[in-house]
Structure formats: C-alpha cells, structure tokens
C-alpha cells in the first residue's frame, strides 16, 4: 500500500524511533556484510524499502556503497536531505532490472510483511539471481513470537497485511537455492537475560520483537568463510527460553509452598504433642491430688508451710 500524503514519513518518526537508533540497532547486520565487499572491493549494496535512509547512511560511514528505492516520496525526502543514494519506486521491480551478480547484499527491512506472498517469492528468486557468489540477503520484520507484537503493535502500520513465521521466511531462501540461512533475533529487553525471575508479563512481551533471516549465496569455502562468526554468533531471545524460565520460577515456587506445608505440619505435630503432654500432666496432677495419700498428708503439708512462715 502506498499513501499518498506524507503520512507515513510521520507515523514513522512517531513510531519507530531515531536516526541515530535505528543505525545503533542495524549495526548487527555490517559483520554479514562488510567482509564480502572487502573481498570484492566492487558491487553494491541494495536497500529496498529504504525509507529515511538509516541503513544507506550507516553503509555509508563504513564505506559501502549503497543504493536505495522508496515507493514514498515523503520518506525519500529525509534520506535525499543527507545526500543518500536513492531513488523513488517499486523495489522488486528495480531489483528485476539489476544485472546478475551485481550486488553483494540485498536488504528489505520491514518490506516483507507490506507485500503479498507471490511478491516476496520474487524478491527472493531475484535477490538470489542478482547477489554475486557468497553475497547476502536479509529480510527483517516483525517477529510473531513476540505475543505483544503478533496481537498488538504488529497492527499499529496499516500498510501491514500479516505476520510471517520465521519458519516460513527461512524456508523460502533455502527453496530458491541459497547455501545458508541463519535467523537472527533483534530488539529485546535485555535486562531479561540475567533477570532470574521472569513474570508472565515478560513471556508476553519479553521475547525479540523483530527477526531477520539472513541468507548467503554459494561461493567457494574460502568466501563462505569470511562470514562465519556473524553466521555461528547466537542472537536475542526466544519465547521458549523465556517459557522456560517462567517455569523454573513456577517449579521453584511450587518448591517453596510444599517446604512450607512441610514447616507447617511439623509445627501442627509439635503443637498436637505439647497440648497431649499438658493433657496428661493435668491428668497426672488430678490423680495425685485426688489420691488417698495425697489428702491424707495434707495435714503435713499445712504444718510444713506455717513452721516455714514463723521462721522468715
């Protein structure tokens, strides 16, 4: 969906954060990247869906060169501002006019979940026919794990038409002949990961609320290898490791209230012993005073206590 006025420009200042945030984030993804160029010291890197140009700029503080297409004129206008290499248009179709093995990088933040199925399969078909050997692809979008962001903030764009699985989108990749993919998780509450209590509310909310599958094309060993650290480091968190924790603090409390009970039928067995052991201690003490012997010396006992009154 395109909107005609500068709409989305502004929603997207709103929404999504700053410049310099946005570029902190994407850092992640030069590691994938700048070494293949190295390699090649030639090809480009293209950014569909580029939008305020952060991605483009931050290639460019590298010294990677970049090229940008934007359906959204207003959009196009902040990355224009700074001298970034883009142009207005569909990005898939200029990606269907690119020479092949053109490019050392494809990128598509947050432009798959904008497009239908059919679209998406083409962008990936053709990424793959344009990337030289050992260049990468890397689609980022939302990340439906995230329970918050599948039944919440995922609706706020209204150019948005559905979630996708990170399972599907890795999938369609590994069918169009790329040599690897790896997931990476991004945007998290990082405090979760040495908290040792996890609430509920961090299940719902606490896993990565974005995703990126990022695929390589087959290339020698050699080439394949440049990347490897980016492609063997673990990122994010994942809704199950999150379940998981939840219930280790379950188990734990279930641990602690059953040592309680425990504590407390203790007590409750001790308090039982003490009121038998009064019980008969009282009746011990009604049978000697009960007792023949006992009213018989009771005479004594009265002349003990006086004789013991005149002598103080």
């Given amino acids: 969906m395109k909107l005609k006025d500068n709409f989305y420009r502004v929603f997207e200042e709103h929404f999504r954060g700053s410049r310099e945030n946005i570029k902190a984030k994407q850092k992640i993804y030069i590691p994938f990247i700048e070494p293949i160029y190295k390699d090649y ?46 142009i207005e248009g569909d990005g898939i179709d200029f990606l269907q006019n690119m ?14 979940e904008h497009v239908s199925f059919d679209r998406l399969r083409t962008l990936i078909e053709e990424a793959h026919r344009v990337l030289k050997p050992g260049g990468v692809l890397i689609l980022e979008t939302p990340n439906p794990e995230n329970i918050r962001v599948a039944c919440e903030s995922f609706y706020m764009d209204p150019t948005h038409q559905k979630p996708i699985p990170s399972t599907l989108l890795a999938f369609l990749p590994e069918y ?8 990476v998780l991004l945007n998290e509450n990082e405090h ?28 020698t060993p050699e080439r394949i290898s440049l990347i490897d650290k980016a492609f063997e480091t673990e990122y994010g ?27 407390l039928q203790k007590a409750e067995k001790k308090i039982t ?29 009265w002349f003990k206590k006086v004789i013991k009154q005149l002598k103080n």
């Fill in 41 to 86: 010291q030639e090809g480009i890197v293209l950014d569909i869906g580029c939008g305020r140009g952060e991605w483009l700029e931050l290639l460019r503080d590298e010294g990677i060169p970049s090229q940008g297409v934007d359906l959204d004129s207003g959009m196009l206008e902040a990355a224009r501002a700074i001298d970034l290499n883009v």
């Fill in 99 to 112: 020479d092949s093995e053109s490019a050392i990088a494809i990128t598509a933040f947050h432009v798959a």
């Fill in 176 to 183: 169009y002949g790329f040599a690897r993919i790896k997931k």
């Fill in 192 to 219: 979760l990961r040495v908290q040792h209590n996890v609430s509920l509310h961090h299940v719902i909310e606490g896993a990565s609320q974005d995703y990126a599958v990022v695929a390589q094309k087959s290339t």
């Fill in 237 to 263: 968190q994942h809704l199950n490791w999150l379940l998981e924790k939840f219930e280790q603090r379950m188990l734990q409390g279930e641990e602690k209230i059953e040592k309680t009970l425990l504590q």
């Fill in 273 to 301: 012993e003490v009121e038998e052991l009064a019980e008969n201690t009282k009746l011990q003490y009604l049978n000697v005073i009960n007792s023949y012997s006992w009213k018989l010396s009771r005479p004594l006992r």
